[in-house]
């Protein structure tokens, strides 16, 4: 079964500091992993999406990810944040073969002044 | 190309009443799926849905909730005899292909339900 675990409920960082938001997975097959942001009263958007191929990815707002197999996680990083990434954000994995994707349980950033 | 509609986007109901839950995929999408999410919790899959038919029901619970996206109109999610702990942000997301898990999901902004 597959399954996803975000490290830290709640992240707060500086404005203009590296944001380093973690993930890691399980799966029995090669998964696809991605990185959803939620604000407030909002759905959910897709930052970036691993598939195949390049195992660092780069998404919207400056965000990128990096699929690391050894260490089964696709931490998400920024390299200075900004006010307007406050919002919780979403790890997701599903597999190769299904349509199912399996949720992280969220992790809220809080960027100060 | 609007995106994924739902409606209403705030719903309350009190113990023992029936909540119906709309969701317009994006045009071009014949896939739906819906998520519940509890506060301070990440989505939970309830249900897959192509045209008429259930794909995969395996999150929803074994009572009082169905799910059906008919030929013509939007998906509804059915809960009827609501209790408090139905309360929840309910997402509908669409999908252009089925089985191409790498196919991103387009969610719609939510219906909060708050039972009374």
């Known amino acids: 079964a597959q399954s996803v675990t975000q490290l830290g409920s709640h992240v707060s960082v500086s404005e203009g500091a590296l944001v380093l938001l973690r993930c890691n997975y399980s799966?029995?097959?090669?998964?696809?992993l991605f990185w959803y942001v939620q604000y407030p009263n909002q759905g959910l958007q897709l930052l970036l999406k691993?598939?195949?191929?390049?195992?660092l990815v780069k998404g919207i707002n400056g965000f990128e990810a990096e699929f690391k197999k050894s260490e089964t996680s696709f931490h998400l990083t920024k390299p200075s944040a900004h006010m307007s990434d406050a919002a919780e954000y979403f790890c997701?994995?599903?597999?190769?073969?299904?349509?199912?994707?399996?949720f992280g349980a969220g992790t809220r950033l809080f960027v100060k002044a | 190309n609007a995106g994924v509609m739902q409606n209403p986007r705030h719903l309350v109901r009190r113990r023992g009443q029936e909540a119906r839950l709309r969701c317009s995929p994006m045009?071009?999408?014949?896939?739906v799926y819906w998520y519940r999410q509890l506060p301070e919790e990440g989505l939970k899959f309830m249900v897959y849905?192509?045209?008429?038919?259930?794909?995969?029901e395996s999150g929803m619970p074994k009572e009082r909730f169905s799910a059906e996206f008919p030929k013509e109109g939007p998906s509804i999610l059915r809960i009827q005899q609501v209790v408090r702990g139905d309360s929840a942000a309910y997402f509908c997301?669409?999908?252009?292909?089925?089985?191409?898990?790498?196919?991103?999901?387009?969610f719609g902004p939510g219906t909060r339900l708050t039972v009374l």
């Open positions: 997301a669409s999908s252009p292909q089925r089985g191409e898990a790498h196919n991103e999901q387009f």
């Open positions: 799966s029995s097959v090669p998964p696809y």
């Open positions: 691993y598939t195949t191929g390049a195992t």
């Open positions: 997701a994995v599903s597999d190769t073969g299904g349509f199912k994707t399996i």
């Open positions: 045009k071009g999408h014949s896939h």
């Open positions: 849905l192509q045209k008429e038919n259930i794909i995969d």
